[in-house]
């Protein structure tokens, strides 16, 4: 009991050499606190709205600010009591966690903050296709740490928000269009202009083709056993199906119409040198054997 006297009369003698200081402290603090609830509503407000489809950072930022002033109010308060050295000590442990805590939330630090920067720049938005750190798909959610990604073989991929700063990546839905771009060849004997012509009546027939859009056609090469060319035109681009779609009905009209005009699509082609030079055409010697 008389512990506990002592511990009332010393605190009896504090609270009557600084009641003023005390009474102060606990004002200021008060300030601090209503100011810090004001700030955390109209700062959630704010940025609710500029990252109208991730509410979580604008939490996140509300948060920090209302933390934030806070711990100044509690600094400000303690200085008026003449509490230097506690404050001192408190800021120095501060100072040791703020390092172990920079270690070990680095990452989620920086993926919160890649976060912000894609909610502020918005590279893609949900439903877009895009191809991320080498996985291709729509954009599901685009959260505060992760953005989501359903592949077309229907899994969901998680790409943390720092990688998509950390290399290039692809939007092919920002433009509304993509390019069909098709590369074949046809063998040495055809006719280069009446392939140009054929495969350019072709895909002028297909529907999805924006007609707005110029057609390309080239010859890329001379291969090994065949002229490479390259056939180029623009869709309109929604979703992967769209792209596919068009593919295939290039290919199919592509192979259709070249047999009707006797248009032989390259192949590979060995040629066999039986010391003749240029090789000799088994169809056009009989080869004989001697025993």
Do not use: C
Request: hydrophobic share 45%.
């Amino acid at each position: 009991m008389q512990g506990l006297d002592l511990v009332i009369d010393k605190l009896k003698d504090f609270l009557l050499k600084n009641g003023p200081k005390v009474i102060f402290a606990v004002l200021l603090f008060a300030i601090f606190y209503f100011v810090a609830k004001l700030l955390r509503k109209y700062t959630l407000k704010f940025y609710t709205k500029v990252f109208k489809k991730q509410r979580s950072v604008a939490n996140f930022i509300s948060t920090a600010v209302y933390v934030a002033v806070l711990l100044f109010g509690g600094f400000a308060s303690l200085e008026v009591l003449g509490l230097e050295d506690v404050l001192t000590k408190m800021i120095a442990g501060a100072g040791v966690l703020g390092i172990v805590a920079g270690f070990a939330f680095k990452e989620i630090g920086s993926n919160i903050f890649a976060g912000v920067l894609i909610g502020t720049q918005r590279p893609f938005k949900i439903g877009d296709w895009v191809e991320i750190a080498g996985t291709f798909g729509e954009i599901e959610t685009i959260g505060a740490i992760t953005t989501s990604i359903k592949t077309t073989t229907g899994q969901e991929v998680f790409v943390p928000n720092q990688m998509i700063y950390q290399a290039s990546f692809t939007n092919f839905s920002n433009y509304g269009k993509r390019r069909v771009v098709l590369k074949s060849g046809v063998s040495y004997g055809d006719d280069l202009e009446h392939v140009k012509a054929v495969a350019l009546d072709e895909i002028n027939k297909i529907k999805a083709a924006l007609k707005d859009q110029p057609i390309d056609f080239y010859f890329t090469g001379i291969g090994s056993s065949a002229y490479d060319f390259e056939v180029r035109f623009w869709i309109k681009y929604e979703k992967q199906t769209d792209y596919l779609e068009a593919m295939n009905e290039t290919i199919m009209r592509i192979k259709k119409r070249f047999e009707q005009e006797d248009i032989s699509l390259a192949y590979s082609v060995m040629t066999l040198d039986f010391g003749v030079k240029g090789g000799v055409n088994l169809f056009d010697k009989p080869v004989k054997v001697e025993s």
